[in-house]
């Protein structure tokens, strides 16, 4: 059974830094690829940061409205994800959820509020 436990969401203000977690359980992080995601009220879910897994190369992908700001990482021994926002802005607000992609399969995280105040 695929399980998640996401934290560090929470309210900021504009300038200000969060650390998002999503701990998984039942599926080994490093073997596959994972990625941040976002969805703000009335807009669609939009990629953030993805990181791929299975080899010796990582390769990572962030949106545009992210670069130099946000950071993807993972605690291969922790089997736990993160996201580092840095310079956060009052756009950055939404619903922010983890996946992890296992063949074709999408397994989402429940999803942590990020509010940034102006």
């Known amino acids: 059974q695929v399980q998640f436990v996401e934290s560090g969401g929470g309210l900021v203000q504009a300038g200000g830094s969060l650390r998002l977690s999503c701990a998984v359980s039942g599926i080994i992080l490093s073997n596959n690829a994972i990625g941040w995601y976002r969805q703000a009220p009335g807009k669609q879910r939009e990629l953030v940061a993805t990181?791929?897994?299975?080899?010796?190369?990582?390769?990572?992908n962030y949106a545009d409205f992210v670069k130099g700001r946000f950071t993807i990482s993972r605690d291969n021994a922790k089997n736990t994800m993160f996201l580092q926002m840095n310079s956060l802005k009052p756009e950055d607000t939404a619903v922010y959820y983890c996946k992890v992609i296992v063949g074709r399969t999408d397994y989402w995280g429940q999803g942590t509020q990020v509010t940034v105040s102006s």
């Open positions: 990181l791929t897994g299975g080899g010796m190369l990582n390769y990572v």
